[in-house]
């Protein structure tokens, strides 16, 4: 009896929700005939709720059949379209190993095609042909590179080097002065407080053939090799790992580490900021790829190992905020070494010592040696020298504080998008710097336009599975240090690591932006990616709990990969100056669409 009335009660609830999703304009219970986030949430629910009246009522042997005949067909579908194409018998047969690995191999290449044809859009301001480059400073060092210099060949202006605070924005304001905006000011010349390494790459293009980058092409090629280093070892992992789930997981683990917040952002803005943070992380995911691959062994290559510490120097050159990960990172590779060959000072263990030890001595020798040259002390890279709205060199001890904790919190977790009548409907508004959970933002506190991860970024909660996963096999003492999972767990741990440090790093600081996302999305997106195929992997053989699964999972994707892009054509004014009829167009495309 219990049994029909729960069965009642979940028929009638799911049959009111959708009705009233479905005719709440003619109710009168909406005054718009526009679904908007109540009706589309009552629809889903009300769905829901019928789901879960059809699994009690019929039973699971009803809903595995009814499931059953739908995978049937959409496989048998997808099976004969494929016996329709003009391929090779091998092809079509599937029977080898080797033909299907490159048929991933092809889908791979294919996202990545598409995803850098978005990236050429955003960079090309929706033109295809036009390069607009707001800004060329890493050019400008490169040149001074180039003449043996460290200070930039720009002439500063005789008034800035007279005002008794040529820091203070305001006393620059008022007298009229003429400066290199966020360029560093010291000893009467400019510098650049950003990582040289970009530079020193361009200085070398220029001795072999002279010519002008700016940081555009800079960020945007930064981009392309970050998503190059993110296809490859995705797709090294699925083939390893999760061979047996469906190609599509891979396909969408590729766009998600393409299109994740904020690359798409920084595209269309593509300033020095986003040259140096995209830089960064292009060498800090190659580092993490060589490093993967120096581990996926029994005896751990030292030569990958080399590659992957020189990388990781060079993030360090390019963003130095980064150098909190990456110091993480060594250490627990440290503990990794140690793990598999014990200290047994060895010729191989003194060598793995070696290739990770020494390019980091090198860097940091580098580095002291650069910023001593500019600065006179090897560890000044030139912050609180900069020209900036805010005085960093009055304030230069209170850029970190505890006190800036909740309202990064909010601005980086909560902060809402704005909603907007014409295309893309929605856009990214300014953090909080006055108030946060009823706490007060100390006044030196500043937020630029940012949107919170639980609308940019909620595939993030599949993070928490490989996480979950190695604490559990730690509970029951299933691990094996020289396992087949010992790799992708050993990378789950560094990356939950490195995610908390670059975490940390972003609570404490004064400057909230939507860029500073990507010193931790790249690194989230790809455990979340794992997390995903772990929990598709151990639901596979329920194919209800795996309709569910994935039914939960895509939409997150979407809309993770969706929104930021969305947000992303407001990132600056590009796309409206230099093609002003592309988002009108989209705008009557969309409308059209939902209209009819």
């Avoid at 904020?262 to 993490?288: C, D, H």
């Avoid at 060959?341 to 090198?362: D, E, K, Q, S």
């Avoid at 709990?545 to 039914?551: C, K, P, S, T």
Wanted: hydrophobic content about 55%; glycine content about 8%.
């Amino acid at each position: 009896m219990m049994r029909k009335i729960r069965c009642a009660i979940l028929f009638l609830s799911g049959c009111f929700l959708i009705f009233f999703a479905v005719f709440a304009f003619e109710l009168g219970l909406d005054p718009t005939p526009n679904w908007g986030r109540s009706r589309i949430l009552a629809f889903s629910l009300g769905t829901l709720l019928m789901v879960v009246f059809a699994d009690m009522r019929f039973g699971p042997a009803w809903t595995e059949k009814t499931l059953g005949r739908i995978d049937t067909w959409f496989v048998g579908f997808w099976t004969k379209l494929f016996d329709r194409l003009p391929l090779p018998k091998a092809l079509q047969q599937g029977n080898s190993q080797h033909v299907r690995n490159r048929l991933i191999y092809v889908s791979a290449f294919f996202s990545s095609f598409v995803i850098i044809g978005i990236y050429v859009w955003f960079a090309t301001a929706g033109t295809w042909i036009k390069w607009p480059a707001p800004s060329s400073y890493y050019d400008w060092l490169a040149n001074s590179f180039v003449q043996g210099k460290v200070s930039l060949d720009v002439k500063v202006d005789p008034k800035l080097l007279t005002l008794p605070d040529p820091f203070d924005f305001a006393s620059r304001t008022q007298n009229g002065v003429r400066y290199l905006w966020d360029a560093s000011l010291y000893d009467g010349k400019y510098y650049l407080y950003w990582g040289p390494i970009p530079a020193i790459i361009l200085a070398a293009i220029k001795i072999i053939h002279p010519m002008g980058i700016s940081d555009l092409i800079i960020a945007f090629v930064a981009a392309v090799g970050l998503l190059v280093f993110q296809t490859i070892l995705i797709t090294r992992i699925w083939l390893h790992f999760f061979q047996r789930l469906p190609v599509w997981t891979l396909i969408l683990g590729i766009f998600l580490a393409g299109l994740v917040v904020p690359i798409t952002w920084m595209i269309n803005r593509p300033k020095i900021y986003e040259a140096s943070v995209l830089s960064a992380q292009l060498f800090l995911m190659g580092g993490v790829y060589f490093a993967y691959i120096a581990f996926e062994k029994d005896e751990i290559s030292a030569g990958w190992l080399a590659l992957a510490s020189t990388f990781w120097v060079c993030a360090i050159a390019s963003r130095t905020i980064i150098v909190f990960a990456i110091i993480f990172f060594v250490f627990f590779i440290l503990a990794g070494v140690i793990r598999k060959h014990g200290i047994t000072w060895t010729f191989h263990f003194n060598a793995l010592i070696l290739a990770l030890g020494i390019p980091m001595m090198l860097g940091a020798i580098g580095l002291g040696w650069y910023n001593f040259a500019r600065f006179g002390s090897v560890f000044e890279f030139g912050l609180k020298y900069q020209l900036t709205s805010n005085n960093i060199y009055k304030n230069g001890n209170r850029l970190f504080s505890s006190q800036y904790i909740t309202a990064n919190i909010y601005n980086y977790l909560l902060n809402p998008p704005k909603e907007i009548r014409p295309f893309p409907y929605f856009r990214a508004t300014d953090g909080v710097d006055d108030e946060a959970f009823g706490l007060p933002i100390p006044e030196l506190y500043y937020a630029e336009k940012v949107t919170g991860a639980v609308y940019v970024l909620p595939f993030m909660a599949f993070a928490f599975f490989p996480i979950m996963k190695v604490i559990t096999k730690k509970i029951s003492r299933k691990q094996d240090a020289h396992g087949a999972g010992w790799n992708l767990d050993w990378l789950s741990l560094a990356l939950c690591g490195g995610i908390i440090v670059e975490v940390a790093s972003m609570l404490l600081f004064f400057y909230a932006t939507m860029r500073y996302f990507a010193d931790v999305t790249p690194m989230l997106i790809l455990l979340a990616i794992v997390g995903f195929w772990t929990g598709y992997r151990a639901v596979q053989s329920d194919r209800f709990v795996r309709f569910v699964y994935a039914g939960v999972g895509i939409p997150l994707a979407g809309l993770s990969v969706i929104v930021p892009t969305a947000l992303a054509l407001l990132s600056s004014q590009r796309i409206n100056e230099y093609s002003p009829q592309t988002l009108p167009a989209l705008d009557a495309l969309f409308r059209s669409i939902f209209s009819s």
